[in-house]
Every structure is written in C-alpha cells, then in structure tokens.
Nanobody
C-alpha cells in the first residue's frame, strides 16, 4: 500500500516562504502525476499544481512545483505567502500498485500552512 507523507508546513508571516515536501513510500509499481491541493477553512479543496513524471519544475505564480522521481518525492516552493494561502495542503499522486492493474489517486494526510502576522 503506497503511503504519502507531507512535511514542511507551519506558521509564517506574510511575505515569507515555505517549502513543502511529500514522499511516497511503501509498495508500488509506478508513480505518474504528482501534485498539491489545498483546502482553506470553510472552502472546497482546490488544485494548486500538478507535475507529470519526468517533467521539469513548473512555476505557477508565487509557487513552484518540482519532483525528484528517484526519491519518489514532490515539492512545493511557496514564496511571498499571503494570509489567503492559509490552508491544509495535501499531496496527491496517481500510483499504479501492480503492473496490469489501473492506477488510482492516493492522498497524504495534509500539512497545515498558516500565514499570519
């Protein structure tokens, strides 16, 4: 069973930066798309960014998503954070557990990012 573990969340002041990490462990055959979603209090979960296997880092506004396929990891560099970025950030990965079976989405447990002065 694949397991996604996020880290790097915390409390920061507006304008500061954070880097989130997510590592996939356990048994699996392949990892395809990996990405980050977030859910702010009282709001629906929304997509932040995704990245295909082997793709280069991608900048999406103040955020940059990258991955290290050798380490089964995906990262989210968040710069110039704003209070509106406060949310639980979830790692997501499309994983094939065994060859011959379809892949499916897996989620991490989430890491809280709070941006406040």
């Amino acid at each position: 069973q694949p397991r996604l573990v996020e880290s790097g969340g915390g409390l920061v002041q507006p304008g500061q930066s954070l880097r989130l990490s997510c590592v996939v462990s356990g048994s699996f055959a392949a990892i395809y798309d990996m990405g980050w979603y977030r859910q702010a209090p009282g709001k629906q979960r929304e997509l932040v960014a995704t990245l295909a296997r082997g793709a280069p880092a991608t900048v999406n506004g103040r955020f940059t998503i990258s991955r290290d396929d050798a380490e089964n990891a995906v990262y989210l560099q968040m710069n110039r954070l704003e209070p509106e970025d406060t949310a639980v950030y979830y790692c997501n990965a499309d994983i094939r557990r065994v060859w011959g079976r379809a892949s499916r989405n897996y989620w991490g447990q989430g890491t809280l990012v709070t941006v406040s002065s």
